[in-house]
């Protein structure tokens, strides 16, 4: 039995004389799937396998397959002959591409077997002294193969050997998906053995010594794995400390290193070429030449066996030294060493003489986490699901670690600055002032993380958000926070409704919720309001619509503030809150108030046509069936469809009323957002309707009180009971009602996860404005009812999750460009194709 050793990720070269068994061989061993037939493709270009006029073409589309196949990760076979050097230099091209290991495997059968075979096949009519010229390529090509790029050259002879061979993939070395962990990722050592014992110390580990006092190995009482992204040496006091601990743990399977790029001039130097002794290096080589020489070979050995990189945790965990960009990570090649101990370069140099490094990380938008050094910085930042935690430790900074899973950062400070940077450890850069925007902030695609998640905008949402932003909203500097949009309830199963409270509930009761509130669903416009006791950080504060434009415009927005000032003042909500400012969710009647425009061209232009037409098709109808015409069946129909447009027609009425100037206006507010110093989403429902009544009863004239009702959902009196509410209520021509979790904005489900913000349920009629005037037809019922809701319950949280974080940020007065991204973030959600009719 031969068994032939193969990387998981290859690209595999059968090599072999027509008739040597090369395609029988491709489908005993492999999938179908994974072999690429150069007679396949010629037929796929030429409809005839036999065409060598299409080789070329065919080579070609072989050739974009299996990168294609090799991009995705997948293994691939190549099925041809192979034996012309050129074939095969396509191939090593294709591997190195997409940076894995092109592996050769070559058939080599008696000359006369494969023309036996040969002749055979009606398909083959080319003469003997072809295939004995293919003979005399394949002795050729043994001593090729290698010097050609091929990693792993199989050879096997005969039917027997070729019969008796089986394949065994095995992992490359950066495949670590099976170390789950949990890790502590130490940062960028370089020689600092002092800080490295008690940054251990400080994570938990007990440290082993050998008879000299020596570190040596170190153990965590809770199993934990060290992991080291490289740099151990240079620069510092101890480098041969460093290396003898960490050598130690690693080979006691207590840890587990990647090098870094000054491991790896350390190992050139050991092994006699000429590198220059900058950087660091000096001091590393006098150490060592106080150790003995079978030290130095172990450290040498130790060298040159690290691997550029890790993949942990079933690929959710990337260690390198340098960080490594999506397309490199589980991949093999010199390119991949490259980026993995060096990074990439712009090819310019700063001002210190140092390499401008390409900011790789804010490009990233891999699953995987990234965790690398390098690149010494003051204080570790996430960027895109990257950190770099080299903190500068020699330089007099910090040494870090990262523990992971858990995302917490364990860092010792430096003894002292043992080594001065070329470039200063923390530069003196000028502060970005707090009122100024950078475009990088919020193009392109982002990957955002934040205290509730972690959410990709893409691109193209960007832009579209960044129209928004640059033409119509207001000054980035008062557009603090974002509502979310709001999904309906599961689609009911009562007869004649699309949606009823029954699935609201059930909604909330299968996320673990025992108490909601049910709130009037004011059929307005949403208006955030920004207000300030006196005008100072805001401006005085704006009032905006849920895209952030604002409300009216001048005069009109700054007499609203007026009314809202006054009102908060009447209430004494400034002393009470400590604060001198608010921020504000609220909804502004009536519709037709800033919605007029869309009334007349969306509603109001079906309903007039249908009622200017109807009744001139039902007289008509009426004058034939007076002459006898069969059409009873058709005037009913009509009759309805008049019917339904009138139903439809007060529907939209019902929310329009006159206005002029703020006269007819009111603002119904539900909810107190934040104010100086603190966000108020952790406050129950019941706080923010109190504050919300006291605004009403400060100024009633221009106030809606929001009708409610609390609900305890394990209690079924009080569920018919809110049941029965909400049928007067959108029988008497009310939208509908929110239905929202009573613990408030924040409230998490039994399971952690944050909870929809509020379900909305509305009623029958409004949602003949929504889905037509006769969408209560049970075929069109019964089609509405399949409509999906996971894309806009999904958006809701993401947009959500976003909200509350601005909120947060807006509380601790975090920078302005900070604070944007998230709101930038939720209108860039608002992109998302979904149907607007939920």
Known sequence: MTTLDIPELALVALVGVSGSGKSTFARRHFLPSQVLSSDMFRAMVADDENDQSASADAFEALHHVAGTRLRRGRLTVVDATNLQPHARAGLVRVAREHDVLPVAIVLDVPEALAWERTEGRADRTFGRQVLGRMQRDLRRTYGQLAREGFRKVHVLRGVEEI???RIRYERLFNDRRELTGPFDIVGDVHGCREELEALLLRLGWSLRRDDAGRPVDAVHPAGRTAVFVGDLVDRGPDSPGVLRLVMGMVAAGHAICVPGNHEQKLLRRLRGRDVRLTHGLAETMAQLAAESPEFVAEVAGFVDGLVSHFVLD????????AGLKEAYQGRASGRVRAFALFGETTGETDEFGLPVRYPWARDYRGSAMVVYGHTPTPEPEWVNNTICIDTGCVFGGKLTALRYPEKELVAV??????????RPLVAPTPTRPDTVLDLADVTGRRHLEHAYGTLTVPAENAAAALEVM???????GRLVWLPPTMAPCSTATTDGFLEHPAQAFADYRSAGVERVVCEEKHMGSRAVVLVEREPGRFGGGAVHTRTGRPFFGSPLDDELLARVRAAVTGAGLWAELDTDWLLLDCELLPWSAKAGGLI??????????GRAALPAVLAT???AAGRGLPVDELRGRMADRAAEIGAYSAAYRAYVGPTDGLRGVTLAPFAVLAGAGASYADRDHGWHLDLADRLCAADPEFFTPTRRQVVDLTDPSAVAAAT???LALTAAGGEGMVVKPYAGPAARSARGSLLQPGIKCRGR???????????????????LRKRSLGRKRGLALREHALGLAALDALAADAPLWRRHELVFAILACESEPVDPRL
């Open 163 to 165: 019969d008796a061979t």
């Open 314 to 321: 079933g690929g959710r965990l990337v260690v390198a030294h």
């Open 413 to 422: 400070g430096a003894v002292k600055e043992w080594y001065a940077p070329a």
């Open 470 to 476: 640059s033409r119509f909203a207001v000054d980035p």
């Open 600 to 609: 007349r061209e969306q509603y109001a232009s079906v309903g007039a046509a």
């Open 621 to 623: 109808l009426d004058a």
């Open 724 to 726: 029965e509410w909400w």
């Open 765 to 783: 009629e409004y949602l003949r404005i929504i889905y037509g005037p006769g969408y209560t037809e049970p075929g069109q019922l019964a089609a």
